[in-house]
T-cell receptor, first 112, second 112 residues
Framework: DTGVSQDPRHKITKRGQNVTFRCDPI?????LYWYRQTLGQGPEFLTY????????KSRLLSDRFSAERPKGSFSTLEIQRTEQGDSAMYLC??????????FGEGSRLTVL | SQQGEEDPQALSIQEGENATMNCSYK?????LQWYRQNSGRGLVHLIL?????REKHSGRLRVTLDTSKKSSSLLITASRAADTASYFC????????????FGGGTRVLVKP
C-alpha cells in the first residue's frame, strides 16, 4: 500500500534560498492539500487542488509561495527567498472527494 | 485563525484509564473529524462524524457531537501507552472541498 509520500523529509537552508517540496498522493485520490504546522500547533491550511485545479489558497500563502499539481498527480510547493519564519513542518494530504484526509509524514524546513 | 479549540491542552493518565478531550468550534460545519499525531510524524485519521450525527464509535474511540453547543468530545477507553500522541479535531465547513480547519490539539501522555 503506497500512502502519501513527501520529499525531502528534512531540509535545512539559508535565509534567502529557494526550496521545493514534493508530494505524491495516493494514486486514486483527486484532492490534494498542503498544510503548515509549527511546533505545538495544529496544522494550518495553505492550499488545495482538485485534480490539477488549485481551488483555494489561504491568505497565509504569500507571494513567495507557489504550489502546482501538473496533470493532477504529484504536487510541488515552492518557497522563494525563504525567511526564518518559514521554518515549519509542511504537510501534504490527499483525499477522494470529501472522505477522510490521508497525510504524509511531512517535510520539515529549517531556515537558518 | 483556528476554528477548533481543544481542551485540555495536555492530559496525563495511567494506562487503563479513560481519556476525554473536548473540541469547540465557531461556525456551522459539514462534519468534524479527529486525527492523531505521534511526535514528528504525519496525522492519522481516527473518526469522522457528520453534522446530523450525535455519536459515533470506532473500537475504543467514542465521539460525540453537539451542534447546538458547537462542541465535540473524543473518549479513548482503556488507554494504552501506544495512545500517547497529540489529538486534533478538525472541521469542514460549507462548500470548502473538505478543507479542514484544525484546532491546537490535546497532548495525551499515557503512563505505563
Amino acid at each position: 500500500d503506497t500512502g502519501v509520500s513527501q520529499d525531502p523529509r528534512h531540509k535545512i537552508t539559508k535565509r534567502g534560498q529557494n526550496v521545493t517540496f514534493r508530494c505524491d498522493p495516493i494514486s486514486e485520490h483527486n484532492r490534494l492539500y498542503w498544510y503548515r504546522q509549527t511546533l505545538g500547533q495544529g496544522p494550518e491550511f495553505l492550499t488545495y487542488f482538485q485534480n490539477e485545479a488549485q481551488l483555494e489558497k489561504s491568505r497565509l500563502l504569500s507571494d513567495r509561495f507557489s504550489a502546482e499539481r501538473p496533470k493532477g498527480s504529484f504536487s510541488t510547493l515552492e518557497i522563494q527567498r525563504t525567511e526564518q519564519g518559514d521554518s515549519a513542518m509542511y504537510l501534504c494530504a490527499s483525499s477522494l472527494w470529501d472522505l477522510e484526509l490521508f497525510f504524509g509524514e511531512g517535510s520539515r524546513l529549517t531556515v537558518l | 485563525s483556528q476554528q477548533g479549540e481543544e481542551d485540555p491542552q495536555a492530559l496525563s493518565i495511567q494506562e487503563g484509564e479513560n481519556a476525554t478531550m473536548n473540541c469547540s468550534y465557531k461556525t456551522s460545519i459539514n462534519n468534524l473529524q479527529w486525527y492523531r499525531q505521534n511526535s514528528g510524524r504525519g496525522l492519522v485519521h481516527l473518526i469522522l462524524i457528520r453534522s446530523n450525527e450525535r455519536e459515533k464509535h470506532s473500537g475504543r474511540l467514542r465521539v460525540t457531537l453537539d451542534t447546538s453547543k458547537k462542541s465535540s468530545s473524543l473518549l479513548i477507553t482503556a488507554s494504552r501507552a501506544a495512545d500517547t500522541a497529540s489529538y486534533f479535531c478538525a472541521t469542514s465547513q460549507g462548500a470548502a472541498g473538505n478543507k479542514l480547519t484544525f484546532g491546537g490539539g490535546t497532548r495525551v501522555l499515557v503512563k505505563p
